[in-house]
């Protein structure tokens, strides 16, 4: 794989993610815990899981679709804007429960959340946090978002549906079904 | 006729995971996909474009593919199905035999990536994969422990 470095200070990108990265745990530690400890996990870390195994399929030869970051080359920031993703599942779900969009505004949920993603991917290129390859264009990560957010709320509601926990379980754990 | 290969790899790996009698709750074992998936991808990259220590045959879709099935399927239900073994029985006999059954499957299936010319070793070893299996079943055990109390203290049975 050729190395190509698009720069070498710490500059727009690194802040860029260190700054959505804060923001959005901060959020999370701010607001009122309506989830347990293993649906908060559940919610943080399947963003940086889809995050991984699309970027590391997409940007690696033989597609080589884009980069992150500095350079093609993996680097620690690159790993940490992974991170970046974390809270916008927590987010996702949170405000999909709270705002209760189940059954058909579930789509224009969805709708509402990709053009959101496609907005912060396009002010991460303005910034150099991605850089597109061989005809990649933005409007492509669209069908993605709208696929991965699906699955989310696929796998959310399969895992914690209430018929999955013991009936005299004291701890509360919200899950509208 | 290579992908053919890793794709029979990949069902047979999530069909012996479909197929447990003894299975740990559906969110733990979610959750345990992603962190291991996470682990294996990073794995993947940092050995094989940053450090150059095998070289991934990126000449064709179908051995490409076949990588992507190997790292994102075939290996990470392999390490599930020891998750659930291990950690659903109390008798040492059955967690050495599905730790041996685990080690050696990750051995013979990677040892066909080679064969397959999927991957060819530049200054990976097999020392290094066997240290790497065991890193990583470690790293499935103690993360598979922690959701795993983490769901029951939640109530999370299924």
Excluded at chain 1, 69 to 94: C, E, N, R, T, V
């Amino acid at each position: 794989m050729k190395n190509i470095i698009y720069d070498n200070q710490f500059n727009g990108n690194e802040w860029f993610v260190i700054g959505v990265g804060v923001i959005g745990f901060a959020s999370i530690w701010l607001f009122p815990k309506r989830y347990s400890p293993l649906q908060t996990t559940f919610n943080i870390l399947i963003g940086v899981a889809f995050g991984h195994v699309f970027d590391h399929t997409l940007k690696i030869p033989p597609l080589e679709l884009y980069d992150l970051g500095d350079q093609s080359k993996y680097q620690l920031m690159d790993f940490y804007s992974y991170m970046m993703y974390a809270p916008f599942g927590y987010w996702f779900i949170y405000l999909y429960e709270q705002m209760r969009m189940f059954k058909i505004k579930t789509i224009v949920y969805i709708l509402f959340w990709a053009a959101v993603a496609v907005g912060l991917e396009w002010l991460g290129v303005q910034v150099g946090v991605y850089h597109y390859k061989h005809g990649y264009k933005l409007i492509y990560s669209f069908p993605i978002y709208l696929f991965l957010m699906s699955i989310h709320i696929l796998l959310y509601r399969l895992a914690f549906a209430q018929d999955r926990r013991q009936i005299n379980s004291n701890r509360p754990v919200f899950n509208k079904k | 006729m290579v992908v053919v290969i890793f794709l029979f790899f990949a069902w047979f790996c999530i069909m012996v995971q479909v197929s447990l009698s003894k299975k740990l709750p559906l969110s733990v074992n979610l959750l345990l996909f992603m962190a291991i998936d996470v682990i294996l991808t990073n794995k993947l990259t940092i050995s094989a474009f940053n450090l150059n220590l095998f070289k991934i045959n990126t000449n064709s879709i179908s051995h490409f593919l076949s990588m992507i099935l190997h790292n994102d399927f075939t290996v990470t239900f392999v390490l599930l199905t020891f998750a659930n073994v291990f950690l659903t029985t109390s008798k040492s006999s059955i967690r050495w035999g599905i730790s041996i059954y685990t080690f050696l499957f990750q051995i013979f299936i990677g040892a066909t990536l080679r064969w397959s010319h999927v991957l060819t070793d530049k200054g990976w070893n097999f020392f290094m994969e066997s240290m790497m299996i065991v890193i990583v079943m470690t790293y499935t055990i103690l993360l598979g422990r922690l959701f795993q109390r983490m769901a029951s203290k939640e109530g999370w049975i299924r």
